[in-house]
Structures are given as C-alpha cells and as structure tokens.
C-alpha cells in the first residue's frame, strides 16, 4: 500500500483554487464572491494508492470488491446458458418433426405411386322416365310420368296405355 504526499501552500482567496507561479484567477469583477486575501494553507494530506481516499490516522483500506457484479454476471450466464439449451431442445424437437414429416409424406407418395388406380364406382342402372319405353314399367317415376302423358291434352295424350 502506497502513500502520495501532497501539500497545497497557497490558495488564492477570490477562486479558492490552489494557487501556483502562472495563477489567472477567472472569477467576473461584478461577482458577489467575497474577495479576500491569498491566504497560506499549510495542510499536508496523504492519498491512499488503493482506495484513492486521504487517508488519516486511522485508515482502513476497503477497496471495493467486485464481488456482487461477478455474482450477477455468473447468474445471467447460468440462464443464458438454460434458455440456450433449452432453444436447442426445442429446435431439435421441430426438425425431428419435420423430418418424420417427410419421411412419412415420401413413403405415402411411393405407395400410392405402385398402386392401380381404384375402379369406378358402381352407379347402378339410370332409369329415366322420359327414356323408359315401356308404359306398364312398376317404378314410381314411370308410372307419375306415364300418368301424366296420359292426362295430358295435347297430342301425344292417346299414347298412354295407363
């Protein structure tokens, strides 16, 4: 632990700065400052190189310790760290995913790739009134529209048979 030695021996009574060969004082003649006499200020005082503090009789050297920030910047790490692996996780997860995705969308098109097209549906027969020829034909809509035909007035009434 070091020791600076400074000693100010005149202060000029207008600034109050120590007060050297070269001093200009810059204080404004119309201030309200007191103006006194350049005064002699015997004072001796002692710096402490590791705390910066004047040190007295009884000085104790406490530098601050930077103990609380390491402690925060070791907290914030820990949690970055966390989140990061925590990201990754996640990020694997979703190409995980991803990937069985399109494992699984290649093999559906494969497969349908090798696969006969799927027949037609059966339809049955289309049985339409007007086309049906036959006039004692026993289908509900045959019979409405021979019925019809029959009662009809115009020319083709004389053809119905029902």
Same mark, same amino acid.
């Given at each position: 632990?070091?020791?600076?030695?400074?000693?100010?021996?005149? *202060?000029?009574?207008?600034? %109050?700065?120590?007060?050297?060969?070269?001093?200009?004082?810059?204080?404004?003649?119309?201030?309200?400052?007191?103006?006194?006499?350049?005064?002699?200020?015997?004072?001796?005082?002692?710096?402490?190189?590791?705390?910066?503090?004047?040190?007295?009789?009884? @000085?104790?050297? @406490?530098?601050?310790?930077?103990?609380?920030?390491?402690?925060?910047?070791?907290?914030?790490?820990?949690?970055?760290?966390?989140?990061?692996?925590?990201?990754?996780? *996640?990020?694997?997860?979703?190409?995980?995913?991803?990937?069985?995705?399109?494992? *699984?969308?290649?093999? *559906?098109?494969?497969?349908?790739? %090798?696969?006969?097209?799927?027949?037609?549906?059966?339809?049955?027969?289309?049985?339409?009134? %007007?086309?049906?020829?036959?006039?004692?034909?026993?289908?509900?809509?045959?019979?409405?529209?021979?019925?019809?035909?029959?009662?009809?007035?115009?020319?083709? %009434?004389?053809?119905?048979?029902?």
């Amino acid at each position: 632990m070091g020791v600076k030695l400074r000693a100010v021996l005149l *202060r000029c009574g207008t600034c %109050g700065k120590p007060r050297g060969i070269r001093h200009a004082c810059v204080t404004s003649a119309a201030s309200r400052r007191r103006k006194t006499r350049t005064r002699l200020q015997l004072r001796v005082s002692a710096t402490c190189e590791t705390c910066g503090k004047v040190r007295g009789i009884r @000085h104790a050297c @406490h530098p601050e310790s930077d103990f609380r920030a390491r402690k925060r910047k070791q907290a914030a790490d820990g949690r970055r760290r966390k989140r990061k692996a925590v990201t990754a996780k *996640r990020s694997a997860r979703r190409k995980q995913a991803a990937a069985g995705r399109r494992a *699984r969308e290649k093999a *559906r098109k494969a497969a349908a790739k %090798g696969r006969k097209p799927r027949p037609a549906r059966p339809r049955g027969d289309s049985h339409e009134p %007007g086309t049906c020829g036959d006039h004692n034909c026993p289908r509900f809509g045959c019979k409405s529209y021979w019925q019809g035909m029959a009662d009809c007035p115009g020319p083709h %009434g004389s053809e119905g048979g029902g």
